[in-house]
Each structure stands twice: as structure tokens, then as C-alpha cells.
């Protein structure tokens, strides 16, 4: 059985970059999710008027890898107390979010935000990372897919 997560943690080339190389994750695609326009393309989307947030959806086999654990590594991936920012990106297309596609999924999601919350890491800092239901999700250009793999880079340079 093949499960689905949508989680968006700044630049998609690094967010997808991560979850790819996770045993248990069949795919991670690049795309637009969270928005309100209809097949967005990377420009439109950069204007920050489309409402999406460049996203990832992860497609997983639970019997390898926990919904749990996703969210562990997303946590891990970025600062989710920037609003609507990670490193130099600046938008509201660089939001951290968790797009659920299941009940269970916002429960987790939300009992992991709020015990993130209450370590001594985010004391003093507060977790601005949306959790909603995942609505359309639009594919990214192919470009943008498996990018850092196709320019040969281990990292992104933020």
C-alpha cells in the first residue's frame, strides 16, 4: 500500500532532494500546493498571488517508513519558525506547511508541532508551520524536478 504526505519547507529542490533518499519513499515529486489558482506554473507562482507554497509530495510505503517519521525529518529540514521565509527565499511561496490528506495525518501533524513547541529548541521561538488539508496538488515543470541530482550538487547552497 502506497500512502501520500504534501509537506513544504522553503525551495522544493532541497525538500525533495531529502525525502527522495528516505527508505520507505517510493517518490517525491516537486510541485505547488495550498493555492487557488489552477495549473500554476513556477513564474506565476513566484509572484506570491497564486497562494500556493512550493510543496513536495512524498509517496510512501508505511510498512518501511512512518508518516511519524516524515514529519521528524521535516522538522528537522528547515526553521519552521520563519514566516513565509527560509534562508534568502522570501514569500509567501517559501511558507512551511504540512498538507494533510487524512484525519490521522492532522492529528500527527499537529501532536508533533505542539511537542516541537514545548522542547527547549523552541522555547523562545514560535512555530509558525501551517497544517491544513491538502487540497489540488500541481505538479512542477520538469525542470525543477530532481534538480540538485541533475546539476550534480549534494546541496543545496542555502
Known amino acids: ?55 513536495v509530495l512524498v509517496e510512501y510505503d508505511p510498512s518501511l517508513i512512518s508518516y511519524d517519521q516524515l514529519l521528524e525529518v521535516f522538522w528537522d529540514m528547515h526553521d519552521p519558525t520563519t514566516l513565509n521565509r527560509q534562508g534568502p527565499d522570501r514569500g509567501t511561496q517559501y511558507r512551511s506547511a504540512i498538507f494533510y490528506t487524512t484525519p490521522e495525518q492532522k492529528t500527527k501533524a499537529e501532536s508533533s508541532r505542539d511537542r516541537l513547541q514545548g522542547s527547549p529548541e523552541f522555547k523562545n521561538r514560535k512555530i509558525v508551520t501551517e497544517i491544513k488539508p491538502a487540497s489540488e496538488f500541481y505538479k512542477a515543470e520538469d525542470y525543477h524536478q530532481n534538480y540538485l541530482q541533475k546539476k550534480g550538487l549534494a546541496h543545496c547552497r542555502i
Request: aromatic share 12%; charged share 20%.
Open 1 to 55: 500500500m502506497v500512502e501520500k504526505a504534501i509537506f513544504a519547507a522553503g525551495c522544493f529542490w532541497h525538500v525533495q532532494d531529502t525525502f527522495s533518499r528516505l527508505k520507505g519513499v517510493i517518490s517525491a515529486t516537486s510541485g505547488y500546493a495550498g493555492g487557488n489558482y489552477k495549473d500554476p506554473t513556477y513564474e506565476i507562482v513566484c509572484t506570491g498571488r497564486t497562494g500556493h507554497a512550493e510543496s
